[in-house]
């Protein structure tokens, strides 16, 4: 062959190569950032998590999602679509096995009721709630301990001011407001809601410890 046609044949070759090596590089690459973003996308589906703020502009209606037996109303007055405090409550109601609730003060009905209700069902509840507010108007303490409810208070000068919820020994319900109508139907508040380990272990070892240290009331 021709020096100069055997030069050309080379280039060529060399060209075609390294170009097939390059597409083969690129598609490569491509897959792996896909993997990597499919990666990181199920991490973040593997631990969920919610927020909820209140105050809802509407009012849960109660037999629609707290009685738990639908509302017949034929032009209910309550809300029927979704609330921070229906999906309070839906989660709540959820619990299968236990719900521990550590909350500074607990006066709303409504998820009084749901307490009950899963108690009734075969949920343990265990409450713990700050002493000083056993007392406060409308506390539905009373009400959920003659039903059976175990509930423990320390006597203290200091506030038991925590306020969250274990749901199951899985689920953590932590957020900034009293367990009263006003703060639902009022207040600026934040709940947030996470299955992540790292986080409810935390709050599970909390509560067991107070659990341990606190009087039965
Ligand atoms: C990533 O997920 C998409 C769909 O969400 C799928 O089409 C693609 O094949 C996945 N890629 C890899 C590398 O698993
Ligand atoms: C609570 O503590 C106060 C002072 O420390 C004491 O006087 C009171 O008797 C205690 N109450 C109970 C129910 O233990
Ligand atoms: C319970 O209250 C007492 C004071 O009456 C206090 O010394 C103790 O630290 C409290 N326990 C906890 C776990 O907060
Ligand atoms: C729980 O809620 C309180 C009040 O909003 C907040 O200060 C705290 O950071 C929350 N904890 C977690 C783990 O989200
Ligand atoms: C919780 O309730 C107590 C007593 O009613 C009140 O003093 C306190 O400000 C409330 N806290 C929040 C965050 O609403
Ligand atoms: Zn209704």
Redesign the pocket.
């Known amino acids: 062959m021709h020096p100069t046609l055997k030069g050309a044949v080379y280039v060529t070759a060399l060209f075609i190569g390294s170009e097939i090596i390059y597409q083969i590089y690129r598609k490569y690459k491509r897959k792996s950032k896909h993997r990597k973003e499919n990666e990181s996308k199920s991490r973040l589906s593997k631990s969920s998590l919610q927020v909820l703020f209140f105050p809802d502009k509407d009012v849960a209606c109660r037999d629609y999602f707290i009685s738990g037996d639908g509302c017949f109303k034929s032009n209910c007055q309550f809300s029927h679509s979704k609330t921070s405090l229906s999906e309070l409550c839906k989660h709540m109601m959820s619990s299968q096995r236990s719900l521990d609730v550590c909350v500074f003060v607990i006066t709303c009905r409504d998820l009084a009721d749901i307490l009950l209700k899963l108690h009734r069902r075969g949920v343990k509840i265990r409450i713990i709630t700050d002493k000083g507010m056993l007392h406060t108007d409308g506390s539905q303490i009373w009400t959920l301990q003659k039903e059976g409810i175990a509930v423990r208070t320390n006597?203290?000068?200091f506030f038991m001011h925590h306020k969250f919820a274990i749901k199951d020994q899985q689920v953590l319900i932590n957020g900034s407001f009293n367990w009263t109508r006003q703060a639902i139907t009022g207040n600026q508040e934040n709940v947030l809601i996470t299955d992540d380990l790292a986080v409810t272990s935390q709050f599970m070892a909390e509560f067991q410890k107070l659990w341990e240290h606190f009087?039965t009331s």
Do not use: R, Y
Request: net charge negative.
């Open positions: 006597n203290s000068s009087d």
